[in-house]
């Protein structure tokens, strides 16, 4: 299949499977076909008001040339203040680099530290993009697997086993797609005491999820808990998810100086700046109230705990409650003889009765699949009625 042009390091990377099927639940949309998606990562919600009018007076006020290549000083500020007072991380503006999504953060961080044979311990079932990007860059993949009856969590002494001289990341996700998995304090706690046993070790946090966090703890991050490790540690945050503005594409990331300006020189020269008009959109979503985040969290809290109920309703499917996030991971071992065991030919199966999810399978899990609860409750209802009716 591969084209001769193509570079080796394109030739060890997929599409993104989320894409892929929302891409296909699209087009038979348009074909004529009613299909709910629930493939698709973001939220249903209205971006802000104040967003959208301060991204209109960005356009009418002219900023529509080249920002600096990092961003803005006025969202690097405004991001700052994010990461100080929505997650614990002191930092200052320069060390802030904004990024067009928290993927393009992510992409950048690895590829400009990860060379051929280096390893990135990667906790599955994981986001899709972090093992492409990892085997783009030329690192191997470790995958450090989590089960259900443990939500979906790693003990420190899972990572510690892992770890080798070539260590060069761990990937930490919380709250975490596609499991929904939290990593409470003290569970980040002991994770930090392995890690100081192995200071080769580079960790990203993505805690682009933060603000839907379910229990009754406040979110947690490693470089606001263990400041003696934040010289090594990569947060990544952003408006796509929190503030409903994925089409925005804006993300932002913190770390030390040499890997934020590694990743500066990476940026100059693919993409350049973020857009102007979403970053002056993005100022106002991290600097303008956010006392509409509770409300959100409440209104995905209770979608959460009507598709919890309705997935454990259906004889096969199981799932641990999702502390965060807006998806849950479902397993469907006990009807796989029905589907060869694999889990596309099950997804496939539940487009073809009019729902779209995702394989487990593309998040490196098995058996099961993905939903995403960022829909309304008359969708949601909908979609589940057509799951339980497929897989009677
Ligand atoms: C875990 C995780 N990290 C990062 C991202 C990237 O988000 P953005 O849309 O800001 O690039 C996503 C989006 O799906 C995600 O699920």
Redesign the pocket.
């Known amino acids: 299949m591969s084209h001769e042009h193509l570079s080796p390091a394109l030739r060890r990377i997929a599409p993104s499977g ?1 894409t892929a099927m929302t891409d296909r639940a699209t087009a038979l949309r348009e074909a004529g076909r009613d299909i709910i998606s629930l493939s698709v ?2 939220p249903d919600f209205r971006t802000p008001d104040n967003v959208i009018l301060a991204a209109k007076a960005a356009l009418d006020g002219g900023k529509t040339k080249y920002t600096p290549v990092t961003g803005t000083m006025a969202l690097k500020q405004a991001a700052a203040l994010h990461f100080r007072r929505d997650l614990g991380i002191a930092c200052r503006p320069e060390q802030v680099i904004v ?8 992409f950048e961080a690895l590829a400009a530290t990860v060379g051929e044979g280096d390893e990135v311990i990667v906790p599955s079932p994981w ?1 899709v ?1 972090y093992p492409q990007i990892v085997r783009f860059a030329g690192g191997k993949v470790v995958p450090l697997i989590t089960h259900p009856q443990h939500g979906f969590r790693f003990e420190p002494s899972d990572l510690e086993a892992l770890i080798t001289p070539r260590t060069t990341w761990l990937l930490l ?1 919380s709250p ?3 499991t929904g998995a939290v990593y409470p304090r003290d569970m980040l706690l002991g994770i930090a005491h392995v890690l100081r046993r192995h200071p080769q070790v580079l960790v990203m946090s ?1 805690d ?2 933060a603000p839907l966090n379910y229990t009754a703890e406040p979110h947690a991050t490693l470089a606001a808990l263990c400041p003696d490790l934040a010289d090594r540690i990569c947060t ?1 945050s ?4 929190s503030h409903a503005m ?1 089409g925005f ?3 932002v990331a913190t770390g030390p100086d040499w890997l934020i300006e590694a990743m500066g020189r990476l940026q100059s020269n693919g993409s350049g700046n973020p857009s102007s008009i979403s970053q002056a959109g993005a100022v106002e979503a991290f600097e303008g109230p956010q006392d509409f985040l509770q409300d959100w969290r409440e209104r995905f809290r209770a979608r959460r705990d009507k598709v919890v109920q309705a997935v454990r309703e259906i004889r096969g499917l199981s799932t641990p409650v999702p502390d965060g ?1 807006f998806y849950c991971f479902i397993d469907a071992k006990p009807l796989m003889d029905r589907f060869d065991h694999d889990d596309n030919k099950l997804a496939l199966h539940l487009l073809e009765h009019g729902v779209a999810v995702v394989a487990a399978s593309a998040f490196g899990g098995r058996d099961g699949f993905r939903i995403s609860f960022a829909a309304d409750d008359a969708v949601l209802d909908e979609a589940m009625r057509r799951i339980a009716q497929a897989l009677a």
């Open positions: 989320t990562g973001e990024t067009a999504g928290g993927k393009q953060a992510i986001w993009s996700n975490g797609n596609p993505d682009i999820y990544v952003g408006v796509s998810k994925t594409r804006i993300g996030a």
